[in-house]
């Protein structure tokens, strides 16, 4: 059986909050393994697996700190990445004119490097008062029905 990887980039730990109640909420229906992105190996990418990625944007638009160990890797490895299925939810703050850019660093390098993102790109508004966990299950329940 295929895991489903959920994979968390995070300054401030919002992120793994996300990633870890995702997890508790998709245990019961198939198997989940969470990783810090500071902590996942470029090795460890499956084709066997689906990722759910969640990242968080950190400063003016930069990537959160726990997300740059695997991007370094990315970029200095450059891993064929083709068959590889990921799902993106960002976590911003939309009154910033970099809203969502962290993910979308990440968004970009995978597809760069022959990943296929599948259903819509979540995204969190730290804005709209909501909590960013309800937003992620959502998006994970809907995205995964078909996948």
């Given at each position: 059986m295929s895991t489903t990887v959920i994979l968390y980039g995070t300054e401030s730990g919002n992120a793994e909050l996300v990633?870890?109640?995702l997890a508790a909420e998709l245990e019961?229906?198939?198997?989940?393994?969470?990783y810090d992105m500071s902590?996942?190996?470029?090795?460890?990418?499956?084709?066997?697996?689906?990722?759910?990625?969640?990242?968080?944007?950190?400063?003016?638009?930069e990537l959160p700190g726990g997300a740059k160990p695997l991007l370094e890797a990315?970029?200095?490895?450059?891993?064929?990445?083709?068959?590889?299925?990921?799902?993106?939810?960002?976590?911003?703050?939309?009154?910033?004119?970099t809203y969502s850019q962290g993910s979308e660093i990440i968004d970009r390098l995978f597809t760069e490097l022959g990943a296929?993102?599948?259903?819509?790109?979540?995204?969190?508004?730290?804005?709209?008062?909501?909590?960013?966990?309800?937003?992620?299950?959502?998006?994970?329940r809907e995205l995964l029905v078909v996948v």
């Open positions: 990633a870890e109640d019961g229906d198939r198997d989940v393994s969470v902590d996942f190996d470029v090795a460890d990418f499956s084709t066997e697996d689906f990722y759910l990625v969640v990242c968080s944007t950190h400063g003016d638009g990315l970029n200095s490895e450059m891993p064929d990445l083709s068959g590889i299925r990921y799902a993106m939810f960002g976590l911003g703050n939309s009154t910033y004119e296929e993102r599948v259903g819509v790109y979540g995204r969190h508004d730290a804005c709209d008062g909501s909590l960013p966990n309800d937003g992620a299950i959502e998006w994970a």
